[in-house]
């Protein structure tokens, strides 16, 4: 079966300028979640969605904003972006009921590149 | 809050030589742990998982058992392979219940040499 569908895989952008990102989930996942990743801090979680709301957050600005549509396909966006922002931003889905016990199954990602 | 300390990488290990990576975390309650493995360019596959303790998680050769007296979930293999070569990141879901985000260690750079 399909995995977790990130586009684009790579991407680069101008400091303040926005950026959206998508993320399809494995079929009959409905919960999913957005990861940043960076060599300085590692791993983050950003948000994570389920039934087009968002029910939990991360330690991130306001600037870094997700949705996700009734097919369960989700975006995040992020806008007035730094250098900062630079980063390879994973998608990870699941069934609602189960990730947070067996695991979440994780896209390949989208390397950000702010310049 | 809940965190994961994971060894301190690179690790560089000979093919059929041994693995140990360390595993300790801080968590309330009773969370989930699970080992996650990144091949350059690609994302995170999970590698294994344990959902109580004394469970003992275990795919391609790798375990590593839920250990609560000592927190910890240290991932082991007994005999490594050039294909093995990756980061290694140990996690925990957080929050409890369905919704836990995951919490990640640093991860551990892991290089086997022919």
């Known amino acids: 079966k399909a995995g977790v569908t990130q586009t684009p895989r790579y991407l680069i952008k101008t400091r303040g300028q926005q950026v959206t990102l998508s993320c399809s989930p494995i079929?009959?996942?409905?919960?999913v979640s957005w990861y940043q990743q960076t060599p300085g801090q590692g791993l983050q979680f950003l948000f994570e969605y389920f039934s087009e709301t968002q029910r939990n957050k991360g330690n991130f600005p306001g600037r870094f904003s997700g949705r996700q549509f009734s097919n369960s396909r989700s975006e995040m966006n992020v806008s007035t972006l730094e250098l900062g922002d630079s980063a390879l931003y994973l998608c990870a889905s699941s069934r609602p009921e189960q990730g947070a016990y067996y695991g979440y199954t994780f896209g390949s990602g989208t390397r950000l590149t702010v310049v | 809050g809940n965190s994961v300390t994971q060894m301190e990488g690179p690790v560089t290990l000979s093919e059929e030589a041994f693995l140990t990576i360390n595993c300790t975390y801080t968590a309330t309650g009773y969370p989930s742990l699970f080992w996650y493995v990144q091949y350059p360019g690609e994302g995170l596959q999970l590698l294994l998982k344990?959902?109580?303790?004394?469970d003992k998680g275990s795919n391609k050769g790798f375990e590593a058992t839920y250990r609560k007296e000592t927190t910890s979930f240290h991932l082991e293999k007994g005999s490594v392979q050039v294909s093995d070569s990756a980061v290694y990141f140990c996690?925990?879901?957080?929050?409890?219940?369905?919704?836990?985000?995951?919490?990640f260690g640093k991860g551990t750079k892991l290089s086997v040499k022919p």
């Open positions: 079929s009959g996942h409905r919960s």
């Open positions: 344990a959902t109580k303790a004394d």
């Open positions: 996690a925990l879901s957080d929050g409890g219940g369905s919704q836990g985000n995951l919490i």
